[in-house]
């Protein structure tokens, strides 16, 4: 596979664009070189699967990755949840959890305001 296969098959999988998956894979590759990540990083499952999902905490930790990912807020709140999942290293239960708290969060502040 060349690496515009990768990034098409990529951003099929992941519902992003082609400018966004290229530049995760451009940071993997730079993360590869520097020596910060192996192979070995890609296939392991990470240490949130083995915990609950919806622990605030992870949470937290998607919510601060997802005001700095390039789609913003938004991408975690409205689009599409294999994606969002993909996209921001979380499992699909910590997006749903993440949703629900950012709407109760969303209608407080809309309550305060009236």
Do not use: W
């Not at 910590?94 to 969303?106: I, M, S």
């Amino acid at each position: 596979m060349n690496e515009f296969e990768l990034v098409d098959e990529l951003s099929r999988r992941t519902s992003l664009p082609e400018t966004t998956t290229t530049a995760v894979l451009k940071a993997m590759r730079e993360l590869l070189s520097e020596g910060a990540m192996n192979e070995r990083t890609l296939l392991t499952t990470t240490p949130e699967l083995a915990s609950n999902p919806e622990d605030p905490r992870l949470v937290d930790q998607l919510i601060a990755r997802a005001k700095k990912h390039p789609l913003g807020i938004e991408f975690l709140v409205s689009g599409f949840l294999a994606s969002v999942a993909i996209g921001l290293g979380a499992h699909a239960f910590t997006v749903e959890a993440a949703r629900r708290r950012l709407k109760r969060e969303q209608e407080a502040k809309d309550g305060d305001a009236q």
